[in-house]
């Protein structure tokens, strides 16, 4: 069984910036494709980002060149760095994991971008 616990999201002007935080209750990220998601008001989930335990990363056109995923072993954490947010961004951000074949989800943590 794995848990997540996020944090850092919240309200920004266009162009502000976030960081999301991820932290598993296990050491996985050395196993396991992380990923974080996003759901909007009205729209389906859909995959923001992704990174390999190898460190290779994937983005969604949308975001490529203003988001970074990383992660940090030593701390079992996955973070999400948001720059040059803007009010499309807006949504509930997931951090997830598939093992086998059960999908893992965080709680979820707002972000509204609005000035």
């Known amino acids: 069984q794995v848990q997540f616990v996020e944090s850092g999201g919240g309200l920004v002007q266009p162009g502000g910036s976030l960081r999301l935080s991820c932290a598993a209750s296990?050491?996985?990220?050395?196993?396991?494709?992380m990923g974080w998601y996003r759901q909007a008001p009205g729209k389906e989930r859909e995959l923001v980002a992704a990174?390999?335990?190898?460190?290779?990363?994937n983005y969604v056109d949308v975001v490529k060149g203003r988001f970074t995923i990383s992660t940090d072993n030593a701390k079992n954490t996955v973070y999400l760095q948001m720059n040059s947010l803007k009010p499309e961004d807006t949504a509930v951000y997931f951090c997830?994991?598939?093992?086998?074949?059960?999908?893992?989800w965080g709680q979820g943590t707002q972000v509204t971008v609005s000035s």
């Open positions: 296990g050491s996985i990220f050395r196993f396991y494709v």
């Open positions: 990174i390999t335990p190898g460190g290779n990363t």
């Open positions: 997830n994991v598939k093992i086998g074949a059960t999908m893992y």
